[in-house]
C-alpha cells in the first residue's frame, strides 16, 4: 500500500514508466483508499503550482552585473588593500622623516604649546585691582599672608609655607578669620603724627600698586601668579617692621624683635623685591598650568584705567540712583569648579604641583617651582626676624574679649586676667580685668588651652581630600558621639541616607532588568516534523 | 543531401541559420567573443532569478545571489566542458549559491532573535488562499522544497531536478513525495478554509 501511495506522486508527474502506470491504475480501480490519496495529492499539486506566482522582472539587472564585470580584477584587489598600503606607506613615511628630521615632532609639540601659551596670555589684568587694596588689606596681607581678590571681601588668595619648607597658594571662598582693626590698633600703637602718618600711607600706597602686577587675570578663565608674590609678602613685613622701629620705641619695647632689624638690610631687599625684573609667571589655565614669561606693562595699563575710570566714573553718576545694579559690578570672580580638578591628571603639572580642592578651597603646592630668592647676604637673618615678628604679631592680636575698664561700679563682677607670651627673650605678662554684668564667666584660660591643644595635634599635613568644613566639623566635634543637636550632622545623615536607597534603588532596577530578560527569551520553534 | 548542398543552403540564408544556442555562444564566448555572453544572461536570468526566488523564498535576496551567479558563470565558463545541457550547469551552480546564501542566513538567524511564532487563526476573515500555501511551503525543508518547486512550478523532469540538484533519481522521486506529504500535513488545520 505505502509504496502505491508513493508512486502516486510520481504518477501525476508522468514520471511513471507505461509498465508502472498500468500496474498502479489497475490498482486505483479497486482501492478507494488509493483513489482518495491521489486526490488528495492533486489537490496539494494543484495548491502549490498556484500558490507561487513569478517574480517580477528586475530591470537593471543586466547594467548592473556588466558594470560589475567590466571593472578590472586586479583594482578590486588594490581596493581591499588599500587600507593596509595606506597605513604600510604612511609608517614609512613617519619613520623617514623622524630618522632625518628627528625634532619634528618636538617642533610641532612646542609651536602648540606657545600657541596655547598666547591664547591664554591675551588680555591679562590685574587681578587685585577689582580688590581695591586698602592699608589694612596689605597690612594683614604681611602678617596674615592673605589678600581679599575682590571689593566685597568673599574670595582670598593665601600664599604661605608649609612646614616643610613647601610654599603654597590657595584661592578660597571664606579668609581666616582675621579680627578687624589690627591694623587700627597697630597705628594707635604707633601713634605716628601727620608726616609720619603720610609717610607711612605712600609705603603702603606703593605696595598696593606693586602687588597689583602679581596676580593677572583675563577672560579666558586664566589666572597669572608670580613667583615675586611671595618675596612681596615678606619685603612688605620688613618695610613695616623697619618703620616701626624708627617711628615708636613704645612698639620697639613691646617687640624685641625690631631690635634686630637692620634698616639699610630692609631697604636693599626692599628695593630688589620691587626691581625684580623677573617676569616669569604662573599661568592657572582651564586645561593646563605652565610657567611662562609675561611682560606686563603696568604703565600702559594705569592709562588705560584712568580713561576707563573717568568713564566708569560718568555712568556711575547716571547708575547712582539704580544702587543693586552697581553691586553686580564685580569686575572679575573666579569661580572654583571642578575643571580644575583634571588638572590632576595632567602628568607634567603633576611633577610641579600638588593640588588640593574642595568646595571652598583651591591649594596649590608648587614645590618645585623655583621662588626667585633675592641675593642679598643677610636674606636669611632677615627672613628669622621676619618670622619671628609675624609670630609676636599674631600673640598680640590674639582676640581677648575687650570690656569697659571704667565702667566699674558696685555690685557687678570683676575678673581678673592674665595672658602671657613666650618671647625667646623675655616673658611679657598682660593684666586683664574683665567685667561682665551677671553672666557667668567661663574659664577662657582651660577654653583657650583646649583648642590651642586640638589645633597643635591637628595634622596640618594631611591632604585636603575632602570638603574642609566636613574636616573642621569633625575636628571641633570629635568628643561628642552624639551630634543629636546639630543640624549640620542630621543633614550629612540625610544625605548618607539618601545615598543608601539610591544605591538600592540601583539594586533594584538591575534586578527587575534581569527578570524582564529571562522573560524575554522564547524557546525556538522546532522544525517541522515531516 | 551531400555536402556540396548544404553549403549552399548556408550561404544563401546565412542570418536565419546562424547558430545561437547555448552551445555556440559558449564556443564563441571561449574564443574571445565576450558580447555572447550578454545573450546568455539575458536568455536565462529569469529561470535562475525564479530558481533562486523558489528555493530561498525571500523576494530581497533574489538578485543578489543571481548577480553572484552569473558572475561565477562568468569566471567559470571557459572551463565549460560540454558534457552535460548548459541549463544544468546554471541550474546547478544557482541551487547552490542558495544553499551558500540559508546557510549563511542560518548561522545569522543564531544571533538573531526568535521572530513570533506566525500562525494562522480561523477568525480572520480575508485569509488569502495562496498566502497559506506558500507559507507552508517555506515552513518545509530546504531539500524537499526546492525539488517540489522545481517540478511544479519550473515543470522540471525528475531527471533534470537530479541533475540540478546533483542526486539520484530515487531520491527526487521520494523527496517530492514526501514534499507533498508534509505540506498536506501542514495544510490540515486550513482544509476548511480551503476548500472553496
Not at chain 1, 230 to 242: E, H, P, S, T
Not at chain 1, 428 to 447: A, N, R, Y
Request: net charge negative.
Amino acid at each position: 500500500m505505502n509504496k502505491h501511495i508513493e508512486l502516486l506522486s510520481s504518477y501525476l508527474d508522468g514520471e511513471l514508466s507505461p509498465e508502472e502506470v498500468k500496474q498502479l491504475e489497475e490498482k486505483l480501480s479497486y482501492t478507494p483508499e488509493l483513489r482518495d490519496k491521489l486526490a488528495e495529492l492533486k489537490r496539494v499539486k494543484e495548491l502549490t503550482k498556484s500558490s507561487i506566482k513569478k517574480i517580477p522582472e528586475a530591470p537593471y539587472f543586466e547594467t548592473r552585473l556588466f558594470s560589475y564585470l567590466q571593472e578590472k580584477p586586479y583594482r578590486n584587489k588594490i581596493k581591499k588593500w588599500s587600507p593596509v598600503i595606506g597605513v604600510a606607506v604612511l609608517t614609512v613615511a613617519l619613520m623617514l622623516l623622524l630618522k632625518f628630521n628627528p625634532d619634528f615632532l618636538e617642533n610641532i609639540f612646542e609651536e602648540q604649546k606657545s600657541n596655547l601659551a598666547g591664547f591664554y596670555k591675551e588680555n591679562l589684568k590685574p587681578f587685585l585691582f577689582a580688590a581695591d587694596l586698602s592699608n589694612e588689606d596689605i597690612f594683614n596681607f604681611a602678617f596674615y599672608n592673605q589678600l581679599p581678590l575682590d571689593n566685597t571681601k568673599t574670595q582670598y588668595i593665601q600664599v604661605g609655607s608649609d612646614p616643610s619648607g613647601d610654599e603654597y597658594f590657595e584661592i578660597s571662598t571664606a579668609g581666616l578669620m582675621i579680627e578687624e582693626g589690627n591694623f587700627k590698633k597697630f597705628m594707635e600703637t604707633l601713634a605716628l603724627n601727620a608726616d609720619q602718618e603720610q609717610q607711612f600711607d605712600s609705603i603702603m600706597g606703593s605696595y598696593a600698586e606693586a602687588l597689583q602686577s602679581q596676580i593677572l587675570v583675563n577672560d579666558k578663565n586664566t589666572v597669572a601668579i608670580s613667583p615675586n608674590l611671595w618675596n612681596y609678602q615678606k619685603a612688605i613685613v620688613a618695610d613695616i617692621l623697619a618703620f616701626a622701629k624708627a617711628s615708636s620705641e613704645e612698639v620697639a619695647d613691646m617687640m624685641p624683635v625690631l631690635f634686630k632689624v637692620q634698616s639699610s638690610v630692609v631697604k636693599q631687599v626692599v628695593h630688589s623685591v620691587k626691581t625684580n625684573k623677573d617676569n616669569e609667571y604662573i599661568f592657572f589655565t582651564p586645561d593646563s598650568l605652565f610657567i611662562d614669561t609675561f611682560e606686563f606693562d603696568a604703565d600702559e595699563f594705569k592709562k588705560e584705567m584712568e580713561i576707563a575710570k573717568r568713564e566708569m566714573q560718568k555712568s556711575f553718576q547716571e547708575m547712582e540712583r539704580n544702587q543693586e545694579e552697581m553691586e553686580e559690578l564685580n569686575l572679575v570672580r573666579l569661580k572654583l569648579d571642578s575643571s580644575l580638578i583634571n588638572l590632576k591628571r595632567v602628568p607634567r603639572v603633576n611633577k610641579n604641583f600638588d593640588i588640593y580642592i574642595d568646595s571652598n578651597v583651591c591649594r596649590v603646592h608648587i614645590d618645585k617651582i623655583e621662588i626667585p630668592d633675592i641675593e642679598l647676604p643677610d636674606m636669611d637673618s632677615l627672613e628669622a626676624i621676619i618670622n619671628e615678628a609675624t609670630k609676636q604679631f599674631k600673640s598680640f592680636t590674639f582676640t581677648v574679649p575687650k570690656f569697659d575698664l571704667s565702667d566699674g561700679k558696685a555690685g557687678k563682677k570683676f575678673h581678673k586676667y592674665d595672658y602671657k607670651i613666650e618671647m625667646d627673650d623675655s616673658i611679657k605678662s598682660f593684666k586683664f580685668d574683665l567685667h561682665i554684668p551677671d553672666v557667668e564667666i567661663p574659664d577662657v584660660d582651660s577654653i583657650l588651652r583646649n583648642e590651642m591643644e586640638h589645633l597643635e595635634n591637628f595634622n596640618w599635613n594631611q591632604p585636603l581630600m575632602n570638603d574642609s568644613l566636613m574636616e573642621w566639623f569633625n575636628f571641633f566635634r570629635s568628643d561628642d558621639s552624639t551630634y543629636s543637636d546639630n543640624p549640620m550632622h542630621f543633614e550629612f545623615r540625610m544625605k548618607e541616607f539618601e545615598e543608601e536607597m539610591e544605591k538600592f534603588r540601583e539594586e533594584m532596577e538591575k534586578l527587575k532588568r534581569e527578570l524582564r530578560k529571562d522573560s524575554v527569551y522564547v524557546k525556538p520553534k522546532k522544525p517541522v516534523e515531516i | 543531401m551531400d555536402s556540396e548542398s548544404k553549403k549552399e543552403v548556408l550561404q544563401s540564408q546565412p542570418r536565419i541559420l546562424e547558430i545561437n544556442d547555448d552551445f555556440s555562444l559558449i564556443k564563441r564566448f571561449i574564443e574571445g567573443d565576450e558580447s555572447t555572453f550578454k545573450t546568455l544572461v539575458h536568455r536565462h536570468k529569469e529561470k535562475v532569478r525564479n530558481i533562486i526566488y523558489l528555493t530561498v523564498s525571500r523576494t530581497e535576496f533574489v538578485d543578489d545571489i543571481a548577480q553572484e551567479v552569473f558572475i561565477t558563470l562568468y569566471k567559470n565558463l571557459k572551463h565549460f566542458r560540454f558534457e552535460s545541457q548548459f541549463t544544468t550547469w546554471l541550474y546547478r551552480i544557482t541551487v547552490n549559491k542558495c544553499k551558500d546564501h540559508l546557510r549563511k542566513m542560518r548561522i545569522r538567524s543564531v544571533f538573531v532573535p526568535v521572530k513570533e511564532t506566525e500562525g494562522y487563526n480561523h477568525i480572520n476573515d480575508n485569509i488569502d488562499v495562496s498566502e497559506i500555501v506558500h507559507k507552508s511551503i517555506n515552513k518545509l525543508p530546504e531539500k524537499l522544497r526546492t525539488p517540489l518547486l522545481l517540478k511544479d512550478i519550473e515543470g522540471f523532469s525528475y531527471q533534470e531536478i537530479a541533475d540540478t540538484i546533483q542526486c539520484e533519481v530515487g531520491t527526487v522521486k521520494s523527496r517530492i513525495f514526501r514534499a507533498r506529504e508534509g505540506l498536506r500535513n501542514l495544510l490540515k488545520p486550513y482544509e476548511e478554509d480551503l476548500r472553496d
